[in-house]
């Protein structure tokens, strides 16, 4: 009968996996990443806050396809807790982990990208429903678009929470992987195999449905009366979210496939000397997207810079400001100064309603 470890800290399987996780994570090295890492995070907090506060502001995004982009943008704020939580818990201080802590280490960096998987999965439904039927919008209720978000986020959190529930090494140390010294390789197989299966079957979805939505608009636009704008929309937002998935896949495969490797028990491969760049790779995705919808969408562009513009403004006007004797003494210039505060306080409320 095999001895189960579950009182052991991590520092016991480290050494049996031979994974080093200091002399790679010391000094001028972990100064780096720490600081390239919290910058990272910083810009992922911000900017996805901002995607989310602006499909809840502007009315114009008030249907099924941004609120799950907005979604998506909350599985990537989602990562940067997990990335912050993996760097005040790994180098040096991975050997002092408790097990559970570890599988949380873990389990939340799983769940992120379950999330933002399974939820591109959703999207490539919605926007096969609303093309089938020809709409730039499907006609999903906000009560099952919040169902579809709920299963989202049960769906990445249960995946995430495999190993803790028992697909685990602990009572079998002779099949734990290196990466991973308490994963069982059985199980970084399947989960690297299912998802880049997904990862396979998303891009021939959302190819065949981009060239559906391709042809259809250039044989009825024609016959079609409308503006040109509108009958372009729904491309427009397939090339949105055909750029999102491809800098998921881009992103996110060479992690999957070193994890695949170490599964397969491949001692040859080098797999410790490239897992902390493929992991940045991975956060680099989460700082991406929030870029990709502002330049994709020209109206969350203009939502994004109103409302930085307007919380800049709202911060100047909290400031006292001294105003030189010199520019108060002309009358023209102050009236000026009137007109312009006048100007970007309208721009403001006009963005609020």
């Not at 995004?61 to 979604?71: S, T």
């Not at 299963?151 to 685990?168: C, D, K, Q, R, Y």
């Amino acid at each position: 009968m095999n001895e189960c470890h579950y009182d052991k800290h991590m520092d016991f399987f480290y050494n049996r996996s031979n994974t080093d996780t200091v002399d790679d994570w010391a000094g001028t090295k972990l100064v780096i990443v720490l600081c390239v890492g919290s910058f990272f995070c910083l810009f992922i907090f911000f900017s996805n806050s901002l995607v989310i506060a602006a499909v809840i502001k502007n009315r114009k995004f008030h249907f099924p396809f941004y609120y799950l982009l907005a979604n998506l943008a909350a599985a990537d704020f989602f990562a940067g807790i997990a990335y912050v939580f993996l760097m005040f818990n790994t180098g040096p201080v991975s050997k002092t982990l408790t097990v559970n802590r570890w599988f949380l280490r873990q389990g939340l960096l799983d769940t992120s990208l379950t999330a933002s998987l399974t939820n591109l999965l959703v999207i490539a439904v919605e926007r096969h429903v609303s093309i089938m039927r020809m709409r730039v919008h499907s006609n999903l209720t906000k009560r099952r678009v919040t169902l579809l978000i709920l299963l989202v986020w049960a769906i990445a959190i249960f995946m995430g929470s495999v190993p803790t529930l028992g697909w685990n090494c602990l009572c079998n140390i002779s099949a734990c992987s290196s990466l991973a010294p308490i994963y069982s390789r059985s199980y970084l197989v399947f989960w690297t195999v299912s998802n880049l299966m997904a990862f396979f079957i998303m891009v021939v979805v959302y190819l065949r449905i981009y060239m559906y939505v391709k042809r259809k608009t250039n044989v009825l636009s024609p016959h079609t009366s409308g503006s040109i704008s509108r009958r372009r929309t729904p491309v427009k937002l397939m090339k949105t979210v055909m750029t999102v998935l491809g800098a998921f896949v881009v992103c996110w495969t060479p992690g999957l496939v070193v994890l695949l490797l170490d599964g397969l028990n491949c001692r040859q491969c080098g797999v410790q000397h490239v897992k902390r760049w493929f992991l940045l790779l991975a956060l680099l995705n989460s700082v991406m997207n929030p870029i990709i919808y502002s330049y994709k969408d020209e109206d969350m562009y203009s939502t994004m810079k109103k409302m930085i513009c307007c919380f800049s403004q709202e911060n100047s006007e909290r400031r006292p400001s001294r105003v030189p004797s010199t520019v108060l003494s002309r009358s023209d210039t102050g009236s000026q100064y009137t007109e312009d505060s006048i100007s970007q306080g309208t721009v403001c409320n006009k963005s609020s309603s």
